[in-house]
């Protein structure tokens, strides 16, 4: 059986002070990692910490998240809601 496939897109603003440095970017893809879909940051790989580091995204940003797979509406609400509260430690 086929799984379905869909696709789902947000964008947030990155609150946290210091922009997409290693920690907040280390947490993206530990959640993003969580997900079956395909998540991509701004275009970037959603799933790897050197590319979304790559962007140098300061405070203030808007960040695209966009997912495609069977579970990618789970993944972008996850995703921005991460974005949307700081990096919160989890």
């Keep these: 059986m086929m799984e379905r496939m869909t696709t789902a897109?947000?964008?947030?603003?990155?609150?946290?002070?210091?922009?997409l440095h290693v920690r907040p970017a280390a947490e993206?893809?530990?959640?993003?990692?969580?997900?079956?879909s395909a998540i991509t940051a701004n275009g970037a790989n959603g799933?790897?910490?050197?590319?979304?580091?790559?962007?140098?995204?300061?405070?203030?940003?808007?960040v695209t998240?966009?997912?495609?797979?069977?579970?990618?509406?789970?993944?972008?609400?996850?995703?921005t809601a991460l974005i949307e509260a700081g990096f919160p430690d989890r």
């Design 9 to 19: 897109s947000a964008t947030a603003i990155l609150v946290n002070e210091e922009g």
């Design 47 to 62: 799933k790897g910490v050197l590319s979304l580091m790559a962007l140098g995204l300061p405070v203030g940003s808007a």
């Design 65 to 79: 998240v966009a997912a495609e797979g069977p579970d990618a509406d789970a993944a972008v609400a996850a995703l």
């Design 28 to 36: 993206f893809v530990a959640l993003a990692n969580s997900f079956e």
